[in-house]
């Protein structure tokens, strides 16, 4: 799986659990659950797309995620200028690397002005970061923002916080993340609440506290502060709201069939032992068409060298027809063949046409492969079919 793959997936699961999350789990009031449920999220998200097993990749829903979605073309290009040329996936390339920079560094400045908060002495503001808590003097309940914010020392509150600020350095063009982000700090906020009015003992007083400092000066992020303008209205609420019944534990289950969806997604991306170049490069994926030939084995069939060999051979070799250049032809032709059991390349044929020469050259140009490195199941050499896209792109 290349990096860009890679990404991709992490943002599709970050949005999925966190869609879950806003539909159907962030109103119940299980709140210590909904905050494992959101640290499981970000680990899985960036664990699952590594995550490869033999089940899932061999199933048949697998194998079409492969064919349909996962599977990426060699691009054979026609230029029709010489000198360099700038590519589109390079541009995005570096624009994805430009805001990587800003906003890891935009995290260094924000964590150099927390430093000098903690040292600040005249704070007007309490809040804890990390295992350091500081209380203003200003407020008089100082028993009652003790309690909330030695919770969010103890249960390292703060740690939750780096750590999805170095989620959103990575994925920081996703606009979901940022929600994430404000639905865990919330979480943490309705923690600490719940912890809070249990020395309380009164749910008006707490809420009349929490009032009473509404229009406070905003601390730095990263810290947890008592007082949050934005979220008064959310905390109010949920201090005074019932407990949910213990029959709403049943919407975390929803989870375990979203993990299996993307389990299934992030085997289809990964085959075992199998040749996947990225971007530019070639993308073999098993078809399964004929049940005596095997379409995913413990050992996949490999082209003499590796896949950078592959490509080489094949950019070296495929010529862009004339006649699609002169047409303007751009497209994708499929070459279905197997790898028999000597090595050699049998059954040769297109399997979705583009037109004017490209599908004869594409042809032309694998019957001039060596043998390959035949597949192994079970220690013995068998036979595998592959389809292999290659993509025709006409490039000023």
Same mark, same amino acid.
């Given at each position: 799986?290349?990096?860009?793959?890679?990404? #991709?997936?992490?943002? #599709?699961?970050?949005?999925? *659990?966190? %869609?879950?999350?806003?539909?159907?789990?962030?109103?119940?009031? *299980? @709140?210590?659950?909904?905050?494992?449920?959101?640290? +499981?999220?970000?680990?899985?998200?960036?664990?699952?797309?590594? #995550?490869?097993?033999?089940?899932?990749?061999?199933?048949?829903?697998?194998?079409?995620?492969?064919?349909?979605?996962?599977?990426?073309? #060699?691009?054979?290009?026609?230029?029709?200028?010489?000198?360099?040329?700038?590519?589109?996936?390079?541009?995005?390339?570096?624009?994805?690397?430009?805001?990587?920079?800003?906003?890891?560094?935009?995290?260094?400045?924000?964590?150099?002005?927390?430093?000098?908060?903690?040292?600040?002495?005249?704070?007007?503001?309490?809040?804890? @970061?990390?295992?350091?808590?500081?209380?203003?003097?200003?407020?008089?309940?100082?028993?009652?923002? +003790?309690?909330?914010?030695?919770?969010?020392?103890?249960?390292?509150?703060?740690?939750?916080?780096?750590?999805?600020?170095?989620?959103?350095?990575?994925?920081?063009?996703?606009?979901?993340?940022?929600?994430?982000?404000?639905?865990?700090?919330?979480?943490?906020?309705?923690? $600490?609440?719940? %912890?809070?009015?249990?020395?309380?003992?009164?749910?008006?007083?707490? $809420?009349?506290?929490?009032?009473?400092?509404?229009?406070?000066?905003?601390?730095?992020?990263?810290?947890?502060? *008592?007082?949050?303008?934005?979220?008064?209205?959310?905390?109010?609420?949920?201090?005074?709201?019932?407990?949910?019944?213990?029959?709403?534990?049943?919407?975390?289950?929803?989870?375990?069939?979203?993990?299996?969806?993307?389990?299934?997604?992030?085997?289809?991306?990964?085959?075992?032992?199998?040749?996947?170049?990225?971007?530019?490069?070639?993308?073999?994926?098993?078809?399964?068409?004929?049940?005596?030939?095997?379409?995913?084995?413990?050992?996949?069939?490999?082209?003499?060298?590796?896949?950078?060999?592959?490509?080489? @051979?094949?950019?070296?070799?495929?010529?862009?027809?004339?006649?699609?250049?002169?047409?303007?032809?751009?497209?994708?032709?499929?070459? +279905?063949?197997?790898?028999?059991?000597?090595?050699?390349?049998?059954?040769?044929?297109?399997?979705?046409?583009?037109?004017?020469?490209?599908?004869?050259?594409?042809?032309?140009?694998?019957?001039?492969?060596?043998?390959?490195?035949?597949?192994?199941?079970?220690?013995?050499?068998?036979?595998?079919?592959?389809?292999?896209?290659? $993509?025709?792109?006409?490039?000023?």
């Amino acid at each position: 799986m290349d990096a860009l793959q890679y990404i #991709i997936l992490v943002n #599709i699961f970050l949005s999925a *659990f966190l %869609g879950l999350y806003v539909l159907l789990l962030k109103k119940e009031t *299980f @709140f210590q659950l909904n905050r494992v449920y959101l640290l +499981s999220s970000l680990f899985l998200s960036v664990i699952l797309p590594a #995550i490869h097993t033999n089940w899932f990749g061999q199933s048949t829903i697998t194998e079409q995620i492969k064919y349909s979605v996962i599977a990426r073309p #060699i691009n054979v290009f026609a230029y029709q200028q010489t000198g360099a040329h700038f590519t589109f996936f390079q541009f995005i390339s570096w624009v994805y690397i430009i805001g990587m920079v800003a906003f890891a560094l935009h995290l260094f400045i924000r964590l150099l002005a927390v430093k000098k908060i903690i040292f600040n002495s005249d704070n007007q503001s309490s809040y804890s @970061f990390f295992k350091r808590i500081y209380l203003s003097d200003n407020n008089l309940s100082n028993h009652l923002i +003790s309690v909330h914010e030695n919770i969010h020392a103890e249960q390292w509150h703060s740690a939750d916080v780096l750590l999805m600020e170095v989620v959103i350095v990575f994925n920081w063009f996703n606009p979901l993340v940022y929600l994430f982000r404000k639905e865990l700090k919330n979480v943490h906020e309705f923690i $600490a609440d719940e %912890g809070a009015l249990k020395f309380s003992g009164s749910k008006k007083e707490y $809420a009349l506290l929490l009032v009473s400092q509404t229009f406070e000066t905003p601390i730095n992020n990263l810290v947890n502060p *008592f007082f949050n303008q934005k979220l008064l209205k959310q905390r109010i609420m949920m201090i005074q709201k019932n407990k949910s019944q213990k029959s709403a534990l049943l919407k975390y289950l929803l989870a375990v069939p979203l993990f299996v969806l993307m389990l299934t997604l992030s085997s289809a991306s990964i085959a075992k032992n199998e040749a996947v170049i990225s971007s530019e490069k070639a993308a073999l994926l098993p078809q399964q068409k004929d049940t005596r030939i095997f379409t995913a084995v413990e050992h996949a069939p490999d082209f003499p060298g590796g896949v950078d060999k592959f490509y080489k @051979f094949l950019q070296q070799n495929i010529k862009y027809p004339a006649e699609a250049r002169n047409k303007k032809v751009e497209g994708k032709v499929f070459v +279905s063949f197997i790898v028999e059991k000597d090595g050699a390349l049998s059954n040769l044929k297109i399997i979705r046409y583009l037109g004017a020469g490209c599908g004869n050259e594409a042809l032309r140009v694998m019957k001039l492969s060596p043998k390959w490195n035949p597949g192994v199941q079970n220690g013995h050499k068998v036979r595998v079919q592959y389809t292999l896209p290659i $993509a025709f792109t006409l490039k000023a």
